[in-house]
Every structure is written in C-alpha cells, then in structure tokens.
C-alpha cells in the first residue's frame, strides 16, 4: 500500500480505482486490479 499527501493523481492511475473514507482515512482501492492500493496521510 502506498501512503500519499494527495490522491489525486493516484486515482487516475487505473479506471477501476474507487475512492472511500473508512474510520476518518482516505483510501484509494480497486477490485479489479489489487495493486493499485493507496491511503492518504
């Protein structure tokens, strides 16, 4: 998983990637490809 400031051009880096907020974080995941893992902070 990569911890990043911004999310923003992580989102972008795949069509399948989904942005969801669980317990006051920020995480970038996708179903598809499980790689593309991300939280911000």
Same mark, same amino acid.
């Given at each position: 998983?990569?911890?990043?400031?911004?999310?923003?051009?992580? $989102?972008?880096?795949?069509? +399948?990637? &989904?942005?969801? @907020?669980? =317990?006051? $974080?920020?995480?970038?995941? +996708?179903? &598809?490809?499980? @790689?593309? =893992?991300? $939280?911000?902070?």
């Amino acid at each position: 998983m990569k911890i990043a400031n911004s999310l923003k051009g992580l $989102r972008k880096r795949d069509a +399948n990637c &989904k942005l969801v @907020r669980r =317990k006051g $974080r920020v995480y970038i995941i +996708n179903k &598809k490809n499980k @790689r593309y =893992k991300a $939280r911000q902070g």
